[in-house]
């Protein structure tokens, strides 16, 4: 028995899917809040961010939505904590806090 890919969640029994895993459909990280593994957080400093937007290319989960050309607060269901917003960010805009806040 196959267990359809587009069911399948973090709750799904082992016993439930195919060795290997036969995909038929493509998938999607917005299905999974994949923050749940962040060890260290990003905090966004508004007052100091001057909107030059380089922290939002280097994102490897695109968790800095820009919105009207401007970046606004992390999406922290899909931010690992990697840190390299950060360590581009200019104006310090970015600190990183330890734990998943």
Not at 28 to 43: A, M, Q
Not at 47 to 66: A, F, G, N
Not at 79 to 86: N, P, V
């Amino acid at each position: 028995m196959r267990t359809d890919v587009t069911k399948i969640n973090e709750k799904t029994p082992h016993q439930e899917l195919t060795e290997g895993l036969m995909i038929f459909g493509a998938g999607t990280s917005k299905d999974f809040k994949t923050g749940e593994w962040r060890t260290n957080t990003p905090i966004y400093l508004a007052d100091k961010c001057k909107q030059c937007l380089l922290c939002t290319p280097v994102c490897p989960d695109s968790s800095i939505p820009v919105k009207n050309g401007k970046r606004t607060e992390f999406d922290y269901d899909h931010c690992k904590g990697c840190g390299i917003c950060a360590n581009v960010c200019p104006f310090g805009a970015i600190e990183m806090k330890e734990g998943n806040i």
